[in-house]
């Protein structure tokens, strides 16, 4: 969503978070900048400036360096170079997938210091779920002796239709939750705010403010494992939508007449086409025709659920013709959907998670080659295509940038959690 321009007049609180939200984001985008730089950036004073810093400075936040010309201190140089301190807080992100459980604790920008996954059978209530959710962040915590007033907060990327305003997972099909109060029953176990949206959403959030996408006007972010989704974002902010639907490219119908049937009612939508049960169902269809090929003997070998899809792409990267051209035919309906994205969004960046990252080189050729053939006019030419920055861990750092955002980023203040400094800043 665009940054609404104020139109309710502007009380000197607000103008104040308004002032150190500009800052903090010209820290996040350029890194070290000095206080003339800074001015330069947000269009403050350069006594306003000179107030936020020395505020930034005393909770610890930010630290000046060394000037280049003159070692020595240096009061208040308007050319020395300051940077924010990422190790001054933290927070904690969970990513909630399909049967698993991923929970970092990163520093401010977005960097994991620590983590740890958990396993859920889809049986056990959603509830019970997220209290042992509960446990494991208090042990991460605990281990990792944060004190509880680093935590900026929890930030909570989960599968399905998610209402971010109320902290309830509304619908999530492949979990088989329904109206799940995770904000709440999180906030209530653990005394920490807790934040929650979509994971894909996060997953784009996280590339916005600590990846690839920083530069990058309009973005999507697209992601694919038992389903696909994409995050969206425009003017460095996510675009949620009316109804915080947006990004449902995975029920793009791509094939009108004869489609397998959708989870969501429909049929011949991208995800029938492209995720990891369609993978694999197509997989088991070749090993049946060639039960001595490389891909049945790759399978045969693969006891474990989890190691079949990996099991497929080794297949194809021992050069197994007719899984080849399965995956270069997953390719190409993946790029027919971008090309539709392209044409809609006119992005000048789309990044590709899951298992298009970890089958980067088997698919995203015949992606880039369909997009590029199939959007409007040159659109198709000007978006760069790229797997995201975060690879595997690109889930919970989406979570922890939610919370970051939300509860740093975006509240600007000096929250109370990160008020003491950790290390005296030299001003
Ligand atoms: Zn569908």
Redesign the pocket.
């Known amino acids: 969503m665009l940054r609404r321009t104020t139109l309710s007049g502007s009380n000197p609180t607000r103008m104040k978070s308004q002032n150190m939200r500009a800052v903090l984001m010209a820290f996040l985008r350029h890194g070290e900048l000095s206080r003339a730089r800074l001015a330069e950036l947000t269009g403050l004073s350069s006594t306003t400036i000179t107030n936020l810093v020395a505020e930034m400075a005393a909770a610890g936040l930010v630290t000046e360096l060394a000037s280049p010309q003159n070692g020595s201190r240096s009061v208040g140089r308007p050319r020395t170079p300051l940077r924010l301190r990422p190790e001054a807080g933290h927070a904690v992100g969970v990513h909630v997938s399909v049967g698993h459980i991923r929970i970092a604790l990163t520093d401010l920008c977005g960097r994991i210091v620590a983590d740890r996954a958990l396993r859920h059978d889809l049986t056990t209530p959603a509830e019970t779920v997220l209290a042992e959710t509960a446990r494991q962040i208090e042990a991460l915590l605990a281990a990792h002796a944060a004190p509880p007033d680093s935590i900026v907060g929890v930030g909570v990327g989960a599968s399905g239709l998610v209402n971010p305003q109320s902290g309830v997972n509304v619908l999530a099909p492949n979990l088989g939750w329904r109206n799940v109060a995770i904000r709440d029953l999180l906030e209530q176990r653990l005394g920490l705010p807790v934040v929650v949206d979509n994971n894909v959403r996060a997953m784009a959030l996280a590339e916005a403010r600590f990846g690839a996408g920083r530069d990058a006007e309009v973005m999507a972010f697209i992601y694919a494992r038992i389903g696909v989704g994409a995050g969206i974002i425009v003017g460095q902010q996510l675009f949620r939508g009316s109804g915080a639907g947006a990004g449902e490219i995975?029920?793009i119908t791509i094939l009108p007449d004869g489609g397998e049937p959708?989870?969501?009612g429909?049929h011949g939508?991208l995800?029938?086409l492209v995720s990891e049960p369609a993978i694999l169902r197509l997989a088991a269809e070749v090993a049946a025709q060639a039960p001595d090929g490389l891909l049945a003997q790759h399978l045969r070998q693969a006891t474990a659920e989890e190691t079949r899809l990996a099991a497929v792409f080794a297949a194809a990267r021992a050069g197994d013709a007719p899984t080849l051209a399965m995956l270069e035919e997953r390719g190409h309906y993946t790029g027919i959907a971008l090309a539709n994205l392209v044409n809609v969004l006119n992005p000048n960046l789309i990044l590709l998670g899951g298992l298009f990252s970890q089958a980067a080189d088997l698919l995203l050729p015949a992606i880039e080659t369909t997009l590029r053939a199939r959007a409007f006019a040159d659109l198709g030419e000007a978006v760069q295509l790229r797997t995201t920055s975060f690879g595997a861990q690109a889930g919970m750092i989406g979570a922890a940038a939610l919370a970051l955002d939300t509860l740093f980023y975006s509240a600007g203040r000096v929250p109370h959690s990160v008020q003491t400094p950790v290390l005296q800043a030299t001003v």
């Open positions: 995975g029920h959708c989870r969501c429909n939508c995800e029938t």
